[in-house]
Every structure is written in C-alpha cells, then in structure tokens.
C-alpha cells in the first residue's frame, strides 16, 4: 500500500510538472512577487500591495464568460476599492489596441499585464492558468490564497478585508 502512495505522489508531481502547476502548488501560503509594467505604463510589483486585498483576473476581450465577468468585476472594485480591495488584470489578447479600448469602453480602471502571448503570458504560464476567466486572490500579506475568486466574489471580498 504504501508503495501505491509513493508512486501516485510521484505521478501527481511529475504531471503537475509538466502542466506548470509545481510553482503554483508550491507558492501557496508564501507571499508573492509579481512585478510588470502595465499598459499605462504604469510599475506593479505585488509587495507595494501589502496590507491590500489583490484580485488578479486573467481574462480577453475574445472570451464570452470574461466579458459577461467584467460588469462583476467593476462593480466589486468600486464597492471594496476604498476598503482596501485591488484589481491586478492579466489580458491574454494578442491585440493591444483591443484591449486598451474594451477596458476603457468597460472602466476597468486597474492596471492590465499584456504582453501579447496570448496563451503563453508569462504570468498565466507561473500560475497554470488553463481556462479563463480566472481569478485568485491574494491577501494583505501577499499570499495566495484562492484560484476560485468568482465564486461569490463580493462575499469573498469581504471576508478577506476583515482579517488581519
């Protein structure tokens, strides 16, 4: 039995290897760093966040879920933004210009990571991110603490501005 337990944890590590989930799995209650310049040119580095509630959203302009997301992601953002909440956006668009105006057009006024790879984003490679809309939270202390920040995102919200 315990020959199965090993071979399996070999198994699940070798397969989260090559789907790009170890350093996910492995990151997980430590505080992150993430540092890009955004589309307005704006410096993001996640540790300037601490002591914030960050939602980092991957999404595109061509994913029907991700736009029917955005009206929710706003509306979350200016709810919470006062209280601490901040939105960090990951575009897999290949097209800058359709996505600078889409996040105009829809007052997504956070900074956005585009770099134009579509897929390959370096920051949705780091977290596996294999379908999107994908959100995660991070909280004050810059630590991951969720994949699954859709489900009730207000409610989750919430409870991460009232700890400590």
Same mark, same amino acid.
């Given at each position: 039995? #315990?020959?199965? %337990?090993?071979?399996?944890?070999?198994?699940?590590? *070798?397969?989260? %290897?090559?789907?790009?989930?170890?350093?996910?799995?492995?990151?997980?209650?430590?505080?992150?760093?993430?540092? &890009?310049? *955004?589309?307005?040119?704006?410096?993001?580095?996640?540790?300037?966040?601490?002591?914030?509630?960050?939602?980092?959203? &991957?999404?595109?302009?061509?994913?029907?879920?991700?736009?029917?997301?955005?009206?929710?992601?706003?509306? *979350?953002?200016? +709810?919470?933004?006062?209280?601490?909440? $901040?939105?960090?956006?990951?575009?897999?668009?290949?097209?800058?210009?359709?996505?600078?105006? &889409?996040?105009?057009?829809?007052?997504?006024?956070?900074?956005?990571?585009?770099?134009?790879?579509?897929?390959?984003?370096?920051?949705?490679?780091?977290?596996?991110?294999?379908?999107?809309?994908?959100?995660? &939270?991070?909280? #004050?202390?810059?630590?991951?603490?969720? +994949?699954?920040?859709? $489900?009730?995102?207000?409610?989750? %919200? *919430?409870?991460?501005?009232?700890?400590?």
């Amino acid at each position: 039995m #315990k020959q199965i %337990i090993v071979f399996l944890q070999v198994v699940f590590v *070798a397969g989260a %290897i090559l789907f790009g989930l170890y350093g996910l799995m492995t990151s997980r209650g430590e505080p992150q760093n993430m540092t &890009f310049t *955004a589309t307005d040119g704006t410096a993001v580095d996640l540790t300037q966040y601490r002591g914030k509630v960050v939602l980092l959203d &991957f999404w595109a302009t061509w994913c029907g879920p991700c736009r029917e997301e955005v009206p929710n992601v706003v509306a *979350a953002f200016h +709810r919470f933004h006062d209280q601490g909440l $901040e939105v960090i956006g990951v575009s897999l668009d290949r097209d800058l210009g359709t996505m600078t105006q &889409f996040t105009a057009d829809n007052g997504m006024t956070w900074p956005q990571n585009f770099d134009g790879q579509g897929w390959d984003n370096a920051l949705a490679r780091h977290y596996g991110v294999r379908a999107i809309p994908a959100m995660y &939270f991070f909280d #004050k202390k810059g630590r991951l603490v969720t +994949r699954d920040a859709r $489900e009730d995102l207000q409610g989750q %919200i *919430a409870v991460l501005l009232r700890e400590p």
